[in-house]
């Protein structure tokens, strides 16, 4: 008699279930706004790459801000204390043109 088996993808710990948020990403250039739904123990690399591709956007050269403080990929919305609505912004970096002797 053969068994039919179901794939899962949890651990064998029992675990509650994933609490989530949803997050807004905002464009300070064009006013956009992107609406993200994500784990809150999700790193945050995860929501910036989506942000940059669905947007078409380089992820080196765009920085996110949360309360005033550059976001770094490995932060979680947990460790931030983010909250359902709550705002990231983002900005392009700007690239210096200016060497390090060059009268700017």
């Known amino acids: 008699m053969m068994r039919s088996s179901s794939t899962s993808f949890t ?11 949803i997050l ?3 464009n300070l250039e064009d006013e956009g706004i ?3 739904k994500m784990g809150t123990h999700v790193h945050l ?3 910036m790459l989506a942000y940059c591709q669905r947007r078409n956007l380089d992820h ?10 550059f976001l770094r990929p490995r932060q979680t919305p947990a460790q931030l204390m983010m909250e359902d ?7 392009m970096e700007q690239a210096s043109n200016a060497g390090p002797n060059d009268d700017a």
Request: aromatic residues 8%; proline residues 3%; positive net charge.
């Open 11 to 21: 651990s064998k710990r029992c675990r509650a279930p994933q609490e989530k948020v």
């Open 60 to 69: 080196r050269t765009l920085r996110f801000i949360f309360n005033g403080s």
């Open 45 to 47: 690399k995860k929501l």
């Open 34 to 36: 992107d609406v993200y």
């Open 24 to 26: 807004k990403v905002t």
């Open 85 to 91: 609505d709550d705002i990231i912004h983002t900005i």
